[in-house]
């Protein structure tokens, strides 16, 4: 019998490492595609996440009961925050800024789908670098990992009109970003 995240929350509290390490098979993907779309960077991404990891492991006996994985993204979310608070004051050059060699489509897709599908992945990855940051994790919790309003309010520490704010604000300025770049597909255009 599969047991529910509060159950295994409450027997890792008794020092169950097996019943952590099925919190951490549930929630990992998640956990990572957050930071990754928080740091914008693979490696940063992986070192968040396993920092995410074992500070939940380390203070689960803080966890209150709930929702389990909001607490466990609130806590990514700060490593990623942390994380971009350092990179401002210590900037580097990520490797993926240097030249590299162009990986070939897959067999079934045609090159200009390949090329235009990746143009745009990029371009929208940029488009929430863009963002604050506030307004990022709020747009990628909801439009990317399909969290509800209430739980992002919970992972932002914030009142559910905030996430409602950052969500629209953030939209906005991503779907402004997009036009100027004019890879927005039609549906999404405004009429002028």
Request: glycine residues 6%; hydrophobic residues 35%.
């Amino acid at each position: 019998m599969k047991l529910d995240d509060s159950e295994l929350a409450e027997s890792c509290k008794r020092g169950d490492l097996d019943s952590f390490n099925e919190l951490v098979e549930r929630y990992q993907k998640m956990a990572y595609n957050l930071a990754l779309r928080m740091l914008g960077d693979p490696s940063a991404a992986e070192d968040a996440t396993q920092d995410a990891f074992f500070s939940a492991w380390k203070n689960i006996r803080g966890f209150r009961g709930g929702n389990f994985r909001a607490w466990l993204l609130q806590i990514t979310a700060n490593n990623c925050r942390d994380q971009l608070r350092k990179l401002k004051r210590h900037p580097s050059i990520p490797l993926e800024s240097l030249p590299f060699e162009p990986q070939a489509p897959p067999s079934s897709e045609s090159p200009e789908n390949y090329v235009l599908q990746r143009e745009i992945s990029e371009q929208i990855k940029d488009g929430l670098a863009s963002l604050p940051s506030e307004q990022r994790l709020a747009v990628i919790l909801c439009d990317i990992q399909g969290l509800s309003y209430e739980e992002i309010a919970k992972v932002m520490g914030c009142s559910l009109g905030t996430v409602r704010s950052r969500i629209s604000r953030g939209r906005a300025q991503l779907r402004n970003y997009l036009l100027q770049r004019e890879l927005l597909p039609q549906e999404f255009r405004l009429n002028k």
